[in-house]
């Protein structure tokens, strides 16, 4: 695992849409990929795609979607229905251990679960933190999974609505983290089980059939 880089410059990838305005004083080399001048039904580039649990790892394509900022995505689009599934596409060009993470979704489809997530401090498919929205529970939860296994860490109670675009935003200085919703910060958690660097993505449950729009990573000093 390539350890944390922190640099001088504001670290920002944007996917379909403008840039967002940064979150902290510590900037890092800017990187910024623009899923317009992809063809769509390939794999997004920079991404490398693993699985927690069973089933299939998953199917994560740039697709076409006139709401989407420049009208296109990355999309999970495979349904399959193990629930202890969680699709992962993982962004290879960061390692950060202090990081802050923003990005739109929209669950589009999913008997089992509709859900959309962003993954911090990752060192294997089966390690790492992350937080995650829920369509058919209508909750946005933070995890951290240890060997596979989910725990619950903490999480509220809102309203995600399927079809529509939300935000989603993690902040991770040390062991504290901060989750935000549709531009609300919702709470704050602290461990300190994942204490070193890791990747960032994003991350799917079961069937969920979810689209990812606007990213944006921010490693903190």
């Known amino acids: 695992m390539r350890k944390p880089l922190f640099l001088s410059v504001f670290l920002i990838l944007v996917i379909g849409g403008s840039p967002m305005s940064p979150t902290s004083s510590a900037q890092s080399a800017t990187t910024q990929i623009d899923l317009s001048g992809m063809k769509t039904g390939i794999d997004p580039e920079d991404f490398a795609f693993s699985r927690t649990g069973g089933g299939d790892v998953g199917e994560w394509r740039v697709v076409d979607d006139p709401t989407a900022g420049n009208g296109r995505v990355i999309a999970q689009t495979s349904k399959d229905t193990t629930d202890h599934r969680f699709p992962l596409a993982v962004y290879q060009r960061v390692s ?15 008997k089992v679960d509709q859900a959309g997530g962003i993954v911090v401090r990752l060192t294997t498919p089966d390690d ?61 958690a602290q461990d300190n089980t994942f204490a070193g660097a890791g990747r960032v993505g994003l991350w799917t449950k079961a069937d969920s059939v979810t689209y990812f729009d606007t990213i944006a990573i921010t490693p903190l000093e």
């Open 96 to 110: 950060a251990k202090n990081v802050d993470v923003k990005m739109r979704f929209k669950p589009v489809d999913g």
């Open 128 to 188: 790492y933190y992350v937080v995650r929205a829920n369509a058919l529970e209508d909750n946005v939860r933070f995890y951290r999974v240890i060997k596979g296994r989910r725990e619950p860490l903490k999480g509220a109670n809102i309203k995600v609505t399927t079809n529509e675009w939300h935000t989603l935003e993690l902040r991770a200085e040390g062991d504290r983290f901060t989750v935000s919703f549709d531009g609300k910060q919702l709470y704050t």
